[in-house]
């Protein structure tokens, strides 16, 4: 991690959790990026490749999972995934979200994990 940190997207169809999210991360010293769903950011990813995407589960549109192996067949392991759920853990879609990336988190968030996680890489 370089002294600006980690270039981060946020994707949440809830705007608020993902501004919010997005400033949080801005305050531990990353660059963080919201946006509010799967197409937008495979638009940004394709203008700029991040260092990690914290992504929802449960989104309208193209959920969390579509967007796992998406993000995946185009970077494979080069980029660090970050589910995060309000989701009942053992729904299908949950669990294999699950098992693509890297982290996950079920809601509220444990902002210490993430912190550790981030800094670790």
Do not use: W
């Not at 919010?20 to 010293?29: C, D, E, N, W």
Request: glycine letters at 8%.
């Amino acid at each position: 991690m370089d002294s600006k940190g980690l270039h981060i997207y946020v994707v949440d169809d809830n705007r608020d959790t993902a501004d919010s999210l997005a400033v949080l991360l801005g305050r531990m010293g990353h660059e963080a990026t919201a946006c509010y769903g799967g197409a937008e950011l495979l638009e940004m990813v394709a203008q700029a490749k991040p260092d990690c995407v914290l992504l929802d589960i449960a989104m309208r549109g193209m959920d969390g999972l579509q967007l796992t192996r998406e993000l995946r067949s185009r970077y494979g392991d080069d980029v660090v995934l970050i589910a995060i759920t309000g989701a009942p853990e053992d729904s299908d879609a949950v669990k294999s979200t699950f098992h693509l990336v890297d982290h996950y988190f079920v809601k509220p968030l444990d902002v210490q994990r993430l912190q550790t996680i981030l800094l670790v890489g």
